[in-house]
């Protein structure tokens, strides 16, 4: 499988293309950053942030989009411009009918280095080691959208099981349960 | 001038159309809500969103586009679904070259009640009587649309004077200054 990791935000959006399977050694097929200026209008920052997933998703034809989850944090404003710029990345996979999955920051830690309270450093080496790599990708928002993909290839299996047991039992007991 | 109105949510985003001037009794040219199902997938949601708003688009043409500004509130899962509706609502808007502004709720209560602290009932009355409408517009979401319109209307001429003089204290200093 081919996942496109996006780790959002409005200044310096890192996007990420892995390919493989859980089990298997993976493969970096591309790298970068997305970024808009910081002094540029709301709405156009979005619209550059939409033209670079665009490019993306163009050039690499990932099967899978993983994003990362936003919580609310400590910087108001911080926590706005990620949420919105996840929100442009969403969009542009769900509008080619490409699956989305949301990660939490804790998981994808965990799932590359075995703790959810993992350094950037220690990520980073790990994203390094991962798909052998000669250095670790620069900036970190690039690091963490290739551990974004490689967190969501190797959680894919299980996220799929739950989902569709999750299915089953709506359609069987037609409960109104919510998603997020 | 002509100015859509609106309401970010994901559950339900208002959309109001009015068109005037400043000091002029102003026209509603349409109301309603893009609705997308709480049950679908976030990405879904948000092309649906997507889809709604372009529709009032085509159909009104409008030369301003006013979006309530999104604050961390209480609820972190409802304040994200509003950031990322909003961002939706601010991207198909810059897309076709037109000015988005934000405006804050209590600048909305203020613009049309004459109180930034004014509630929902008072909002919906102020609405009606200032678009003589027969009735106040629902839902709440729709009327806090036109409101948005009316405020963004009203307060135009002011934040336009701001702007031009922010951008000639650039031209002049060539300061670093932030903008939202």
């Known amino acids: 499988m081919r996942v496109l990791g996006v780790d959002p935000g409005l200044t310096r959006c890192g996007v990420g293309v892995v390919e493989g399977v859980a089990g298997r050694p993976l493969t970096m097929r591309g790298v970068g950053v997305v970024r808009t200026p910081p002094d540029a209008e709301l709405g156009a920052r979005l619209v550059a942030v939409e033209q670079g997933i665009e490019r ?9 989009v993983a994003v990362e989850r936003v919580f609310s944090q400590h910087n108001v404003r911080t926590v706005m411009g990620t949420a ?6 969403m969009l542009c996979a769900a509008r080619r009918g490409i699956p989305v999955a949301l990660h939490t920051p804790s998981e994808v830690k965990a799932a590359v280095t075995g703790s959810g309270r993992a350094d950037k450093a220690q990520v980073g080496a ?9 250095a670790p990708p620069k900036p970190a928002d690039a690091a963490d959208a290739l551990a974004l993909a490689i967190c969501h ?18 359609t069987t007991y037609a409960s ?5």
Chains 1, 2 share one sequence.
Request: hydrophobic share 45%; charged share 25%; proline share 4%.
């Open 56 to 64: 993306w998703l163009d050039e690499y034809r990932p099967e899978f």
């Open 84 to 89: 919105q710029a996840s929100a442009v990345a």
């Open 126 to 134: 790990m994203v390094t080691r991962l798909l052998r790599l000669d």
């Open 153 to 170: 290839i190797w959680r894919a299996p299980a996220q799929n099981r739950l989902q569709q047991a999750v299915a089953a039992h709506r």
């Open 176 to 180: 109104k349960g919510r998603t997020a």
